[in-house]
């Protein structure tokens, strides 16, 4: 679990992130959204300990960022996972070689026992015979599989992902949004997705925090969205035809 308590952010004395408190669960897939402008990439800057921040506290299994060593703070970097918005893969190395990249940054393990490692997570993300592929012979969506695949090659405990469905076609986003929430799962990693995807939301929301101005304006599921009457959060979703109809829906089964 992730715990952060009043994290307040600016930049040049502006206040971005304004006194923000929530958790992120184990276990389940925990999403940011909101427009733009309203805090969610700084916010999971913050968590990824990438920003400093004024006031506040982010928790990691009871263990306070601000307050751990470099050393402690290097192993903790170890136990996260992260799928970037652009997959961020290198293009002079194989996928294979990609995906053993944390491996070999974070790691003493043999040659062997890092090839069995890749060789099982690419297996998990259905790409067991793309070892030897370079990035640029991937389409969009292998792209974000080897992705995940690096992201949990070290075991990770907790695993972030910006806008993971970027750029990807609906039918190939529904695909890694399923991925991700079998491996978190799966594994019981703490997930937390930064998105302006309502499909998203509709998919692997179990766990949802909203943004607005740099402020928390609402927290709930994906079932509890459908009946809230916050206006800041109605305003927003209701940008996604596809849930004005599934909200039409459960209302009318649940009234």
């Known amino acids: 679990?992730?715990?952060?308590?009043?994290?307040?952010?600016s930049f040049n004395g502006v206040e971005v992130l304004k006194g923000i408190s929530t958790t992120f669960e184990k276990g389940k897939t925990n999403l940011i959204i909101g427009q733009s402008g309203s805090g969610k990439t700084v916010f999971l800057k913050c968590l990824l300990g990438l920003f400093d921040y004024e006031l506040g506290t982010i928790s990691y299994e009871g263990r306070i960022f601000s307050q751990l060593t470099e050393d402690d703070k290097r192993n903790l970097r170890a136990e996260i996972g992260m799928v970037f918005q652009g997959s961020a893969l290198f293009d002079s190395m194989t996928i294979a070689e990609n995906v053993m990249f944390p491996l070999r940054?974070?790691?003493?393990?043999?040659?062997?026992?890092?090839?069995d490692r890749v060789d099982f997570v690419l297996k998990r993300v259905n790409l067991d015979d793309a070892h030897k592929k370079m990035p640029s012979e991937a389409s969009g969506g292998m792209q974000k599989r080897v992705a995940i695949a690096r992201?949990?090659?070290?075991?990770?405990?907790?695993?972030?992902?910006?806008?993971p469905n970027s750029g990807l076609d609906p039918k190939t986003a529904i695909v890694i949004d399923n991925l991700i929430?079998?491996?978190?799962?799966?594994?019981?990693?703490?997930?937390?997705?930064?998105?302006?995807?309502?499909?998203?939301?509709?998919?692997?929301?179990?766990?949802?925090?909203f943004l607005k101005d740099g402020l928390k304006a609402w927290e709930g599921s994906k079932k509890t969205i459908f009946k809230t009457d916050n206006k800041?959060?109605?305003?927003?979703?209701?940008?996604?035809?596809?849930f004005k109809k599934v909200r039409k829906m459960y209302l009318e089964e649940n009234s």
Do not use: R, W
């Open 1 to 9: 679990m992730i715990e952060v308590t009043d994290l307040h952010k």
């Open 105 to 115: 940054m974070f790691t003493k393990q043999s040659k062997s026992e890092m090839q």
């Open 151 to 163: 992201a949990i090659v070290n075991n990770p405990k907790y695993l972030f992902c910006d806008e």
């Open 181 to 209: 929430k079998e491996i978190t799962e799966e594994y019981q990693i703490t997930t937390v997705i930064n998105s302006h995807d309502m499909n998203s939301v509709m998919e692997i929301g179990e766990k949802i925090v």
């Open 232 to 242: 800041v959060v109605t305003d927003f979703v209701y940008s996604s035809n596809l």
